[in-house]
């Protein structure tokens, strides 16, 4: 009978800390309080129980937490494979896209100017060398210059530019891309005056952008980074700096 008892003291005594109950002894019929089985692996172990409760829920929430990002990890590789997947160029494939734009172009190291718009058209035929990889090559007239902070006269430098590039696909339609452009000078004026004696005949800038394809249509955004000083004279390295956004139509051949 005192083992039954025993057994189902013990029991409660589980119960009531995993409760977070109070200890308390029971009053039996004929029992002193002196003769009422104490739990005695309360003491001893209530404190590491509760250390041991409360280590499993940091356990768990952290293992919960990690199961969460390596979902996340797993939706983020299959969403990167299947883009990679998708990136494909057209290995062999020739093609040829007449293009228009906008060039939004300035000079370098010049006081008291400003950013001016220009016209950008040509046209420019790409060849698919690998999978993912393209090169382009094409020919751009290319209105540039800059505009003066006081008055409405400008510099208009027109150029015949030869803008030669890697194209690299990172996804179907998108591509990024990077190369040189060669580039030579037409007219130069300012204002009304011809300035053209006055500039270097060839100017060379390295071409950085992305395109998008869709349905044969290409939009372009590039930046074209100046190099070579456009005066011949004078200690300042005005050099051509130019943002030209173009929409194209690819003709595939």
Aim: include cysteine; charged fraction near 20%.
């Amino acid at each position: 009978m005192l083992f039954i008892y025993s057994s189902y003291w013990r029991g409660l005594t589980a119960l009531s800390i995993l409760c977070g109950e109070a200890m308390r002894r029971p009053k039996v019929p004929g029992w002193t309080e002196k003769q009422t089985p104490t739990p005695f692996f309360v003491c001893k172990c209530n404190s590491n129980l509760t250390l041991n409760l409360l280590t499993f829920g940091v356990l768990r929430q952290a293992n919960k937490k990690f199961y969460i990002m390596k979902k996340m990890f797993l939706a983020i590789a299959a969403m990167m494979l299947s883009a990679s997947m998708n990136a494909q160029n057209e290995v062999g494939q020739f093609s040829i896209a007449p293009t228009v734009g906008l060039n939004i172009t300035s000079v370098t190291d010049w006081d008291d100017t400003k950013a001016k718009a220009g016209l950008a058209v040509g046209a420019v035929a790409e060849y698919g060398v690998a999978e993912k990889v393209g090169v382009s090559a094409g020919v751009m007239f290319s209105m540039q210059g800059c505009g003066f902070k006081d008055g409405d006269e400008k510099v208009k430098l027109n150029y015949l530019n030869i803008p030669i590039l890697a194209n690299y696909y990172v996804y179907q339609g998108l591509a990024i891309k990077a190369g040189v452009q060669p580039g030579f000078l037409l007219s130069a004026k300012e204002g009304d005056h011809d300035i053209k004696d006055n500039m270097k005949k060839f100017d060379f800038a390295i071409p950085v952008g992305a395109s998008y394809e869709y349905k044969n249509f290409v939009l372009d955004a590039r930046y074209n980074i100046g190099l070579t000083k456009g005066n011949k004279n004078g200690s300042r390295s005005n050099k051509n700096s130019v943002f030209q956004i173009t929409l194209g139509y690819k003709f595939k051949l």
